[in-house]
């Protein structure tokens, strides 16, 4: 099989630990660049030449370039590519609006959430949640733009400044945590394996962010809520983070539909990319 890794023109430490795999198992996967991505009527495209896609990146550009890149996407999975992950699934996850609501409407647990776009409807959001908030990127991941605000003055800076830079405010309550969260694995409708994340010196577990991890066996009920929030947004291959509720219980907090492994690989010892070729190239037979 010939596999195709979406990524940016530097590739990555996914991308090369794809492409071990692939060998491994007696594929071919080359790393493409997303942004060089091109296409032509009668329907064809520079990916065309592939038997399968695996998205490693969803690259920084403007409204156009997004869709035509996700139109492109969707045409690949009609002509019977094997897309992973989907390119509806993609299409939610990037937003965190849109998988929030999705898995509320799933009946799953996430933290309150308001979402808006003018600096008065924020401020009273940070009223209606407890005066302490986390404001995130729509469109982020690993922790990075992520901020803590318990201040009402500089609730107002903040929302006046996103205002300003035409972007949505997503304001989620803070939710006090014992100091971790749980980072599950999915494959095919199956819980690979899982990790627990613990925050250093900072609100955030990811380890992006200095987190540390350590292996951990999942309950019944922690597998469940886990394969609940991927199938809810449609993503066969996924990193669901699971934040304990206080009392007992989780949220779910997000799911990524384009997830790493590195610190998840090193920490249980399981191969995972050679399990997501596995997937992939299994599908396809």
């Not at 090369?16 to 329907?43: K, M, N, W, Y």
């Not at 139109?71 to 690949?76: C, P, S």
């Not at 749980?182 to 394996?193: A, E, Y």
């Not at 996924?238 to 920490?267: F, H, S």
Request: one cysteine or more; aromatic letters at 6%.
């Amino acid at each position: 099989m010939k596999i195709a890794l979406l990524s940016s023109s530097a590739g990555g430490w996914h991308v090369r630990d794809l492409q071990r795999a692939a060998t491994l198992l007696g594929h071919v996967a080359e790393p493409v660049d997303f942004r060089c991505v091109s296409a032509a009527i009668p329907s064809t495209c520079s990916l065309s030449d592939y038997d399968a896609v695996i998205v490693r990146t969803m690259p920084p550009g403007s409204l156009e370039q997004v869709v035509f890149r996700m139109d492109v996407l969707h045409q690949l999975e009609t002509a019977g590519r094997r897309v992973l992950n989907p390119p509806r699934a993609l299409e939610i996850c990037v937003d965190k609006y849109l998988a929030s609501a999705r898995l509320d409407a799933a009946g799953l647990p996430t933290p309150p959430t308001i979402v808006c776009q003018d600096a008065e409807t924020a401020i009273a959001a940070f009223h209606q949640l407890g005066g302490d908030v986390v404001v995130k990127p729509l469109f982020g991941s690993e922790g990075r733009g992520m901020i803590r605000v318990t201040d009402l003055e500089i609730a107002w800076r903040t929302f006046r400044t996103l205002e300003r830079l035409q972007t949505v405010l997503y304001i989620q309550q803070f939710i006090h945590h014992p100091g971790w969260d749980l980072r599950v694995f999915i494959i095919g409708g199956r819980v690979l394996t899982a990790m627990r994340r613990h925050a250093k010196d900072d609100w955030r577990t990811n380890v992006a962010q200095g987190g540390t991890t350590e292996p951990i066996a999942l309950t019944t009920e922690e597998e469940r809520l886990a394969l609940l929030a991927a199938h809810a947004v449609g993503t066969p291959v996924a990193g669901i983070d699971l934040l304990p509720k206080p009392g007992g219980g989780y949220y779910v907090l997000e799911v990524n539909a384009v997830p790493g492994w590195r610190a998840l690989a090193r920490t249980t010892g399981i191969d995972v990319a050679r399990e997501i070729v596995r997937y992939v190239t299994h599908v396809i037979i």
